[in-house]
């Protein structure tokens, strides 16, 4: 956000998610590309409807585990066998078959934290202010209604054009949000 | 459609045979309308996105506390503070107030601690492993399953700290880098199953607070108190149902679920090998890892419904959590119970078919030692009484199902007794056998865990939902799209 536009973007309304997900496809197919829909569950395609096509998190999740297996392994190895060996029971100090157990512990700690942290960086959050909140009627949206919002950053974006376009798709409301 | 199929095989046969009945097709298809109707549904129809979530959120935010809660919470927090009690001496005096003496090391601690953490694996086989098989019956048990996890793993975590005899030391356990310059011995399970306890209960307490995040924001939304609306909203982080939030959402779910799934296999097996790594008979044995996880999965389903019997019908949930959730955990307990069954059966022909005379002795001594009186208890409790649940008259009435739990709970712990004290109590040497007499301190630290777990269920029950509001919206006819 470089410069702060008093309207962050139009929102529409529906009772639906087929009717989100209909009128997401016609706005973007209308070549409106800032586009965002939210929804009280997670509706299969939707993300697709609006442009959403690059999901990172399992590459975030992949990276996470790899970190964690070498360094778990590589962490046993180093303190048996470098650092300070013990001789137990005539163990070699490098005994490999029982560092596969923490080695393994190690590749779900770090690929779950990577999950975790990853996705909700991905998505931004936390975020204690958002313009949409800003929205009376938005309250249901994690209830059972659907939004569907063209951003004033849109190159499209024209507040009576949209506004008219938005009535067009059949929304139960329309408003304007400030930012 | 299963009807369908079969009638028209029906009818493929009859075109070569005589007797070709349409009758008969007909017939079939009706027997098999009502067996369709006779199977339960997950949800019971009526209901829209606003009523489920009104009914699940009205718990938390409207519903006044009854008296009942009151003194259902007030009794296990009296028995959380017994508990604190009884740490409290054993801290001032030692584990001397134990039963615990040489030849058995290890008493009632590590006997609740693999009784707890066993408990606990069922939260995550129902909301890790049935998402990935795409049970989606789950969604109504899932949420406070997974709290029942964390609560039993909480509770599981307690014993081996304060079973290490200087308690304060007890993060010694975790490789840090410190003056003495050394590491912990990682060729010992014991260490192993450090790593894998706090792997678990990290795992589960994200996936758990993971799958809250859409559910807070619900109830920051409709929350009217400010401070409620002010906690619900900083905890839900300002989620806002984004399609692009949700679609990095469900592929984090999904991926934790699969992570999650071969660790809580790898936790009991973990578990198991502090034992079968051991030379002791009746614990150096192979089968330890699978049967101690059907084991686990087998006490977990029997916690899972001694707790949703009493939550569906006071909270009046029975049309979230039906007959079909009862039936269907009811069948799982079946199942891992004749693995279980199946696991006593091989520890029993090993120490025959092995002709190792200490093996064999093990098996004697449980059948006609001093404690046999709880073998048998343990085998009518996990192998006999639990054979009543191929009633199907029984998986479906509640009250059957909350008895025979019962009766599971108890067994499990009593086959985690079995295993350690009398194990333990006469190996190798005649010389050094003895026997295990728990203390009131023992009994005080079990039963106050106890109610440490049920106070953190009554807890959970009225500040969180119990069930997971927007898996369940999922669930509604009016969810489906089409492309």
Redesign the interface.
Same mark, same amino acid.
């Given at each position: 956000m470089a410069k702060r536009d008093p309207i962050y973007g139009m929102m529409a309304e529906f009772d639906?998610?087929?009717a989100l997900?209909d009128a997401?496809r016609k706005t973007h197919e209308a070549g409106y590309q800032k586009l /965002?829909?939210?929804? %009280?569950? %997670?509706? +299969?395609? $939707?993300?697709e +409807?609006?442009g959403?096509h690059h /999901?990172e998190? %399992?590459l975030v999740?992949l990276i996470g585990g790899i970190i964690g297996g070498c360094g778990g392994y590589l962490?046993?190895w180093w303190?048996?066998a470098v /650092?300070?060996p $013990?001789n137990?029971g005539g163990?070699p100090p490098h005994?490999w078959p029982? =560092?596969i157990?923490?080695t =393994?512990?190690?590749t779900? $700690?770090f690929?779950?934290?990577s999950?975790?942290f990853?996705?909700?960086a $991905?998505?931004g959050? %936390?975020?204690?202010?958002?313009p949409?909140?800003n929205v009376p009627r938005?309250?249901?949206?994690?209830? /059972?209604r659907f939004f569907l919002i063209v951003f004033s950053s849109d190159p499209k974006y024209n507040p009576p054009i949209t506004r008219a376009f938005l009535e067009g798709l059949s929304a139960v409301s329309i408003s304007e949000v400030p930012s | 459609m299963k009807g369908r199929g079969f009638s028209r095989a029906v009818e493929d046969t009859n075109k070569n045979g005589a007797l070709a009945p349409e009758a008969l097709t007909k017939h079939m298809d009706e027997q098999y309308k009502t067996v369709d109707a006779q199977q339960a549904p997950v949800i019971e129809p009526g209901y829209t996105f606003a009523t489920v979530t009104e009914k699940i959120s009205a718990i938390v935010l409207t519903r006044p506390a009854s008296n009942g809660w009151f003194v259902g919470f007030g009794i296990a927090f009296l028995m959380t503070m017994m508990m604190l009690y009884a740490i409290g001496f054993l801290f001032l005096k030692g584990v001397g107030i134990w039963g615990v003496t040489i030849p058995i090391g290890w008493g009632f601690a590590i006997v609740n601690f693999v009784w707890w953490i066993g408990i606990g694996h069922a939260g995550t086989l129902i909301s890790a492993i049935l998402l990935l098989l795409r049970q989606s019956w789950r969604n109504s048990i899932n949420r406070f399953a997974e709290a029942m996890t964390l609560f039993a793993v909480a509770c599981a975590g307690i014993f081996p700290a304060i079973h290490v005899g200087r308690p304060w030391l007890a993060y010694w356990l975790f490789p840090y880098p410190n003056t003495m310059k050394v590491w912990p011995q990682f060729r010992s399970p014991l260490i192993w199953d450090v790593f894998a306890v706090s792997t678990y209960a990290t795992v589960s307490a994200m996936f758990w607070f993971i799958g809250l995040i859409p559910d807070l924001a619900t109830l920051r939304d409709r929350a009217t108190n400010p401070a409620a609306r002010l906690i619900y909203g900083a905890l839900s982080m300002g989620w806002r149902g984004s399609a692009r939030h949700w679609h990095r959402y469900e592929t984090a779910y999904l991926l934790l679920a699969g992570l999650a799934t071969p660790l809580v296999l790898s936790v009991h097996t973990v578990v198991s090998f502090d034992f079968a790594v051991g030379i002791v008979p009746g614990w150096h044995t192979t089968i330890f890892p699978p049967y101690f996880v059907a084991g686990a999965i087998y006490s977990g389903f029997a916690m899972v419904l001694m707790l949703a019997i009493p939550i569906r019908k006071i909270y009046g949930l029975e049309d979230f959590i039906t007959e079909r959730h009862l039936q269907n955990s009811a069948k799982v307990m079946l199942a891992t119970g004749l693995i279980v069954a199946y696991g006593y059966g091989v520890e029993a022909f090993m120490s025959w078919y092995s002709g190792d005379r200490y093996d064999a002795f093990t098996i004697w001594n449980r059948l006609h030692g001093p404690y046999a009186p709880w073998y048998y208890s343990l085998l009518a409790c996990n192998i006999f009484i639990p054979q009543v649940l191929w009633i199907r008259k029984l998986r479906t009435s509640p009250v059957a199902l909350f008895m025979i739990s019962g009766v599971i709970l108890v067994g499990m712990w009593l086959e985690r007794f079995i295993i350690v004290v009398v194990s333990l109590h006469r190996d190798f040497l005649t010389s050094s056998w003895g026997m295990y007499y728990p203390t009131r301190w023992d009994w005080m630290t079990y039963i106050g865990t106890i109610g440490m777990f049920l106070a953190a269920m009554f807890l959970f029950l009225r500040l969180l939902p119990s069930i997971s509001i927007f898996e369940m919206r999922t669930l509604l006819p009016e969810a489906e799209v089409k492309e």
């Open positions: 639906t998610p087929q997900i997401a /965002d829909a939210y929804s %009280p569950f %997670p509706v +299969e395609g $939707l993300a +409807e609006i959403f /999901d998190v %399992p999740v962490m046993q303190m048996s /650092d300070y $013990l137990i163990k005994s029982a =560092f157990i923490i =393994f512990e190690m779900i $700690l690929a779950a934290i999950a975790v990853g996705m909700l $991905l998505n959050l %936390p975020m204690p202010y958002h949409v909140f938005f309250a249901m949206a994690s209830k /059972d | -």
